[in-house]
């Protein structure tokens, strides 16, 4: 079935830390697998993708991990920044439903 | 220069009322979408429609009718608002019908009293 979650609810870091936050999830058939991110007050804001044939892929101080063994993603953010404090959303677009399934979410925040 | 634009932002009604949120994007995309977000933040799609045809509708009450008078404009109306209708409603609009990068408005926060 569709499904998402997150291992944390929460995660506090320090600043200039860096931060993993993970992610399950079940359906094998997904294409892409997103991680978002959600400010507050405003809506989800595409962070990276990384396609099922991958493990890693990196942007700016983001690195996403696929294991497609366990279904298991992962998000680091290298340096954690304050502007970092959100809620972070891992999603999955399965193939051919043309739709993203998100999971719970994730709230990073950051203490100085 | 607001990519993804909703109106209202705040949307506070009563039970039985009939209310519409309105949504535009100005990116030139064919595929729009609505999510809602409720209380825990958990994210679940309603409707997508692509170039003004509806594609996906998610076993969403038909209190709830989308309207897409054009490629750029995806409006949501509700009708006989229930208690549990309260969440905050985004608009989003992607490039590919797939829907992998979405840009999403702002949010409505709709309270049903």
């Given at each position: 079935g569709e499904s998402v979650g997150l291992h944390l609810p929460t995660l506090s870091v320090q600043e200039g830390d860096n931060s993993i936050i993970n992610c399950a999830y079940s359906?094998?058939?997904?294409?892409y697998f997103i991680w978002y991110k959600q400010e507050s007050g405003k809506g989800p804001q595409f962070i990276i993708d990384i396609r099922s044939n991958m493990d890693k892929r990196q942007g700016q101080r983001v690195t996403v991990l696929l294991n497609k063994t366990v279904k298991h993603l992962s998000l680091q953010i290298a340096a954690?920044?304050?502007?970092?404090s959100a809620v972070y959303f891992c999603a999955e677009n399965v193939q051919g439903a043309q739709k993203l399934v998100f999971g719970q979410g994730t709230r990073l925040t950051i203490n100085p | 220069d607001t990519a993804v634009s909703q109106t209202p932002k705040y949307l506070v009604t009563q039970m039985g009322n009939d209310k519409s949120i309105k949504c535009e994007q100005n990116?030139?995309?064919d595929t729009m979408y609505w999510y809602k977000q409720d209380s825990k933040k958990f994210l679940k799609i309603m409707f997508s429609y692509n170039n003004k045809e509806?594609?996906?509708?998610?076993?969403?009450?038909?209190r709830f009718s989308p309207k897409s008078p054009d490629k750029a404009h995806l409006n949501l109306h509700i009708n006989?608002?229930?208690?549990?209708?309260s969440a905050v409603y985004f608009c989003a609009s992607s490039?590919?019908?797939?829907?992998r990068e979405l840009f999403f408005g702002s949010g409505t926060q709709l309270s049903v009293l």
């Open positions: 359906n094998s058939a997904s294409d954690t920044q304050p502007g970092d | 990116l030139g995309h509806l594609i996906i509708n998610e076993t969403v009450p038909n006989s608002l229930e208690l549990g209708d490039q590919e019908e797939s829907g």
